[in-house]
């Protein structure tokens, strides 16, 4: 009779963890997705000559919508890439955040990024034009991370994450 008892102890226990891999295996978690925001214009805003800054430099604020397409919450962890202002590469962005994203929902985010002109000479000729066309196309390409809990810390990228353009202030 225990034997009888382990044995169906022995069969459930494995129907119980083959239907969990089953599951585990069925549920594929979507990469959140990132887009401009329409409401809210992105902006760049220079920045005059300091101590900290000799050359000067830019705040760069773009609006962006993170959308969670997936039946479960996540948390995103970080965003890290490089902007790239009117072609060439501005700065680097490394994020580090705690953003909660509801299942099937879609949150508003901005991302502030600082450039200092003098660590880019290149885009400090381009401050000039900028002033004159008072706008400028971005891209911020890069990955980002998720923690989904129990399906773990998954990185996506590298992509094009968001690309549009910059209204120029003063």
Known sequence: MRTVRNQFAVVCLSLLLTSCATVSQLVRLQ????A??????????????SAERPLGGA???IWSRVSNPNALSLTLTNVEGDLLLGG???????LP?????RANQDTVIPIDVTIDFSQVPALADAAL??????KV????????????????????????????QLDVRR
């Open 31 to 34: 990469p959140p997705a990132f």
């Open 36 to 49: 401009v925001e329409p409401g809210r214009a992105s902006e760049l805003r220079l920045l005059g000559p």
């Open 59 to 61: 705040a760069v604020r």
């Open 88 to 94: 060439a590469r501005a700065a680097g962005v490394n």
């Open 97 to 101: 955040l705690g953003l909660p994203l």
């Open 129 to 134: 034009k900028f002033l004159t066309e008072r």
């Open 137 to 164: 196309d971005y891209r911020l390409d890069g990955k980002f991370g998720v923690d989904a809990g129990p399906l773990g810390r998954p990185t996506f990228g590298p992509t094009t994450l968001l690309q549009g």
